[in-house]
């Protein structure tokens, strides 16, 4: 009995690592007759996995997908993955519950020498400070839009304009893609009205039903969705991931003082009290109001367009001084 089952185990791992087996190549891995790989296919089946067979010069078999999901083996390598990926996935996402019951689960029938090689990479994934307690994206939404990508069908949804907005208006999109984002779900479409590629935050995203016609998939800009995203939160076309706006600037601190606060900046060692900064934005004005944040004396190496921001700023804040009434 003992041979049988951990035969059985080594057949259900050799379907898992591709979709078709021959009935003569898997009676050679495990030194078995073709005889015997039928009646332990059958014993599969009695124990629910799907197994089907099909036709050829020596017939095979193949793991197919079931109304259930049966019991899964995975290898030394892929079971430390998944439970650092759901590490990840437990903290602070739309799906933290169900992935943490599942970490519990996988870590519990864990041998003792996998369950310490996890828990010597047990990981903490941070949310960004700016999603604060922002509202998480519904699991079924998720769902929703990922079948429409997958079914290629028009969507059509009520998106609300912000997170206190009570009805949102009617959008008709080609779903495209869902990303994440700084700890947001987003869906990447093209808008039909609009005639140009959006992003909508999930969390605001209010499915209807049914969906539309089926389409015909547009070739996104660049063809990296991750990308194009980024290049479409920076205020630029899709087509760079570059900040439209990016400037030099020499400052009297040290490099370590700027380091931490310079978001995706590039800080260069000039000295024990100088360093410089090189720091993108969607605008000039911003940029120039982001490196004011630094407490210190500016020197602007370039472009010219940085200097003029510098400019219009000063000239805003004496403006405000000067307008400021006296208590």
């Known amino acids: 009995m003992h041979k049988t089952s951990s035969r059985l185990l080594a057949l259900l791992s ?28 059958d014993r599969l089946r009695e124990l629910g996995y799907p197994i089907m067979a099909f036709k050829g010069p020596s017939g095979g078999y193949r793991l197919d997908a079931g109304t ?7 290898d030394d390598d892929q ?9 990840t996935a437990a903290t602070g996402t739309t799906l933290a519950e169900d992935a943490a019951r599942a970490l519990a689960t996988i870590r519990q029938v864990m041998p003792p020498r996998l369950r310490h090689r996890m828990d010597t990479m047990r990981i903490t994934a941070v949310r960004p400070p700016e999603s604060g307690d922002a509202p998480q994206a519904d699991a079924h939404v998720l769902t929703d ?6 079914t290629r069908a028009e969507l059509r949804f009520d998106y609300a304009a912000d997170d206190t907005a009570t009805a949102g208006r009617r959008r008709r999109v080609h779903p495209h ?4 984002w700084r700890g947001r779900w987003y869906l990447l479409a093209w808008d039909l009205d609009r005639e140009d590629w959006r992003t909508f935050r999930v969390d605001r995203i209010q499915p209807r039903t049914p969906t539309g ?24 076309d899709g087509t760079t991931t570059d900040w439209p706006c990016q400037g ?10 700027v380091a931490p ?14 360093c410089r900064l090189t720091l993108g934005s969607w605008s000039w004005t911003g940029l120039a109001a982001t490196i004011g944040l630094f407490d210190t004396d500016i020197e602007v190496i370039g472009p010219p367009e940085l200097s003029d921001a510098f400019a219009h700023l000063a000239t805003r804040c004496a403006n405000a001084v000067r307008n400021t009434t006296s208590p």
């Open 14 to 41: 050799l379907l898992q690592t591709r979709r078709d087996w021959s009935g003569e190549d898997l009676a050679e891995r495990l030194g078995i007759t073709p005889r015997t790989v039928r009646r332990d296919m």
């Open 68 to 74: 259930h999901l049966p019991p899964l083996l995975f």
């Open 79 to 87: 079971a430390v993955a998944l439970a650092l990926a759901l590490q």
């Open 145 to 150: 839009l990922s079948t429409a990508i997958h």
């Open 177 to 180: 893609h869902l990303v994440t």
């Open 213 to 236: 016609p089926r389409f015909t998939p547009r070739e996104l800009p660049g063809g990296d969705v991750a990308a194009f995203v980024m290049s479409r939160f920076r205020g630029s």
């Open 248 to 257: 030099d600037v020499v400052l009297n601190l040290p490099a370590t003082a």
């Open 261 to 274: 606060f310079a978001r995706d900046g590039i800080v260069e060692e000039l000295g024990p009290h100088h």
